[in-house]
């Protein structure tokens, strides 16, 4: 995902920043904006707000799609769960943990719990976007299962948003006017830090 900026936002106040056109991601089927994406974000959100499940998980191929699907979670106000991988059995032996699956069209449904899709296009009804509560937002990332039962991994967003300032400490003037890259998953940690939320609050998603 993206192109530069040279700012760096706290994740709880992204979606009230004002980026115009500035990138957000980049790919086969063109690039995205900054206005597409709060307008798809925006669009989930109205639709999370009516579901009365609390826990809900994610889970996309698409790393646009993912990210919509996760902002929206986190401004309706949800329990975000992030499965380990997308295989139907794992999604399976974990649906005891949420009561829909927000996923995009390469995730087959499930039988146990219902499917929303994630998709793009116009918002006819903007969100009106406020801070998010760091302590109040939670995560919670489980392992693949690989080598047993797979574990939880309980995040709130001041968590993910100390973990985002790390790196940006670290790496953050080495990666203006970039595009960023990654071969991890964004449904795992390293993958979600990395690929979707440093960029983001970098600008360079």
């Known amino acids: 995902m ?14 009230l920043e004002k980026r115009e056109n500035s990138l957000v991601a980049f790919g086969a089927e063109g690039d995205i904006t900054w206005a597409q994406f709060v307008a798809d974000v925006s669009y ?5 707000i009516e579901t009365p499940q609390q826990n809900i998980a ?17 401004h309706a106000g949800k329990t975000v769960i992030l499965p380990g991988n997308y295989q139907p059995e794992a999604l399976e032996e974990l649906s005891s943990q ?16 219902e499917t929303q899709l994630i998709t793009t296009g116009h918002n006819p009804n903007p969100h009106a976007f406020a801070p998010l509560d760091p302590e109040s937002i939670q995560l919670i990332l489980f392992t693949s299962g690989s080598s047993g039962t797979p574990k939880a991994i309980h995040k ?12 940006h400490s670290l ?28 960029p983001l609050c970098a600008g360079n998603s």
């Not at 994610?58 to 986190?74: I, K, N, Q």
């Not at 949420?98 to 719990?113: H, K, N, Q, T, Y």
């Not at 990654?182 to 939320?197: A, D, E, K």
């Open 98 to 113: 949420f009561g829909v699956l927000l996923c995009d069209d390469g995730i087959s449904p499930l039988r146990s719990a």
């Open 2 to 15: 993206t192109l530069s900026g040279t700012t760096f936002s706290s994740l709880s106040h992204l979606l």
């Open 58 to 74: 994610l889970c996309a191929r698409d790393s646009y799609l993912f990210t919509v699907g996760l902002f929206a979670l986190f």
């Open 171 to 198: 790496w953050g003037e080495e990666i203006p006017n970039s595009r960023i890259e990654s071969t991890v998953s964004h449904q795992h940690i390293y993958g979600l830090l990395f690929r979707v939320l440093w």
């Open 156 to 167: 709130t967003l001041n968590q993910l948003s100390v973990e985002v300032a790390i790196l």
């Open 44 to 48: 989930h959100i109205n639709l999370l």
